[in-house]
């Protein structure tokens, strides 16, 4: 069942979590699929919600893990199982940033955690952090950084939701450059400044 690439949008399910900075992930991965024509149907066997996408020539899954973000590495891990991923290039993890303000993303392939922790359970099960992540920024919690779980998984008033839905634009934006052009390609587009 080998794929071009591998999509994963982070977030934790159920309406309790609907419309939070930590489901911002998920949320670029519905923009992408949306655009599409597409959508996300549950996978029992991996514990996720899956797409099948078509970026240019690129065979994408789109996929949101329903484990729970701190456990997002179980579903990831039998994704990269079923759809053969073998190149860590080729696993795109769109997920919530509190180093980015909000309605900045950056791309970037590999690198640290920073405290996320469907990000450490993902790399904790593949046995990597070479994956390409699409980070979607949040901003910091008023009020100190002791603040950020609250900050996350708190629902977000209108005028911080237009900043990171035009996010999730770019997120989705990136997501199909990297299909198209390369990594490489969406650093240099989506990065600056």
Known sequence: MSRDLLVIGLGNPGDRYAN???NVGVDALGVLTARLGERLTLDKRTSAMLAELRLGTCRAVGAFPTTW??????????????YEIDDWSHL??????????????????????????GLRSITQHLGTQDYVRVRIGV?????GPDRG??????????????ELDIACQLAADAVET????????????FNQG
């Open 20 to 22: 939070t900075r930590h």
């Open 69 to 82: 973000m701190n456990e997002s590495g179980r579903s990831v891990a039998a994704l990269v199982r079923r």
């Open 92 to 117: 795109v993890v769109l997920h919530d940033e509190l180093d980015l303000a909000p309605g900045r993303i950056k791309v970037k392939l590999g690198g640290g955690l920073a405290g996320h922790n």
């Open 139 to 143: 901003g910091r919690p008023p009020g």
């Open 149 to 162: 779980a609250d900050w996350v998984l708190s629902k977000v008033g209108k005028a911080d939701r237009v």
């Open 178 to 189: 990297i299909a198209v052009s390369g990594v490489d390609a969406a650093m240099a587009k």
